[in-house]
């Protein structure tokens, strides 16, 4: 029998790495309740951050409370408002459907888009689903990344967030001078909250964060590293 080990500590960052930032999201509203709080982060220093969406939501409607029609555009809108809060003015949207089994040549077609999306943008930092999180649609996303990462031969530093399952990270950041900023651009998305106040589970996952070493004071966001090395200098004694 194999004996559990002590996972290692994960590193405490107060600052973001500089340079420029791509992010996937698989739902208008992941890049907001995963790395919302480094997005306002990176953008207070000067950063080019690019958001990529790569479903359209609308499954995000099982009551049909709103109108069909229009609701895609209702999600964008969302995402557009609730980036604009973090200072992120450039997103893209794919427009998948969501909530689907993917094929294979689903996959392929994601990762043809998302190589396309790395070459055109030219990131130093990539922002995606970690690899246990746990949905459906964000398992899709970090599929196509991680391939699109490795055919693009990305040479920079791609981090995985958290959204639906907490994971053991790499990296926390301190998010606490921008939580405002997130907590008020996952509000934008209204049409989610009205289902489930998600607002407030994320608000308690980055809470949570906090404990190792911000002694139970503030916010953190998590990542675990995906590709690339951690920048050292970042690297907060504890």
């Known amino acids: 029998m194999v004996e559990p080990r002590l996972p290692p500590a994960p590193v405490l960052w107060r600052a973001v790495p500089r340079g420029r930032v791509l992010?996937?999201?698989?739902?208008?509203?992941?890049?907001?309740?995963?790395?919302?709080?480094?997005?306002?982060?990176?953008?207070?220093?000067?950063d080019p951050v690019r958001v990529v969406v790569t479903t359209d939501g609308t499954s995000g409607d099982p009551d049909?409370?709103?109108?069909?029609?229009?609701?895609?555009?209702?999600?964008?809108?969302?995402s557009r408002a609730g980036l604009?809060?973090?200072?992120?003015?450039?997103?893209?949207?794919?427009?998948?459907?969501?909530g689907h089994v993917l094929a294979e040549a689903d996959l392929e077609l994601g990762v043809q888009l998302a190589t396309a999306a790395i070459?055109?943008?030219?990131?130093?930092?990539v922002y995606l689903p970690w690899e246990h999180d746990g949905h459906a649609d964000h398992h899709a996303a970090?599929?196509?990344?991680?391939?699109?990462?490795?055919?693009?031969?990305?040479?920079?530093?791609?981090?995985?967030?958290?959204?639906?399952?907490?994971?053991?990270?790499?990296?926390?950041?301190?998010?606490?001078?921008?939580?405002?900023?997130?907590?008020?651009?996952?509000?934008?998305h209204q049409s989610q909250i009205a289902y489930t106040q998600y607002d407030h589970c994320i608000s308690g996952l980055a809470a949570f964060r906090s404990q190792h070493h911000l002694h139970g004071r503030g916010y953190g966001e998590a990542f675990r590293r995906v590709r690339g090395v951690l920048p050292a200098a970042l690297a907060v004694p504890t």
């Open 23 to 46: 992010v996937f999201a698989p739902h208008p509203d992941d890049e907001v309740a995963g790395p919302g709080g480094v997005l306002a982060m990176h953008r207070e220093q000067g």
């Open 64 to 78: 049909r409370r709103y109108a069909a029609g229009t609701y895609g555009e209702l999600r964008r809108g969302e």
């Open 84 to 98: 604009r809060l973090l200072g992120v003015d450039d997103v893209q949207f794919w427009g998948f459907p969501d």
């Open 119 to 125: 070459a055109a943008f030219r990131p130093d930092i």
């Open 142 to 188: 970090h599929l196509v990344v991680t391939r699109a990462l490795d055919r693009h031969g990305f040479g920079g530093l791609a981090l995985g967030y958290e959204v639906w399952n907490a994971m053991i990270p790499d990296v926390v950041v301190d998010v606490s001078a921008a939580f405002a900023k997130k907590r008020a651009a996952m509000l934008a």
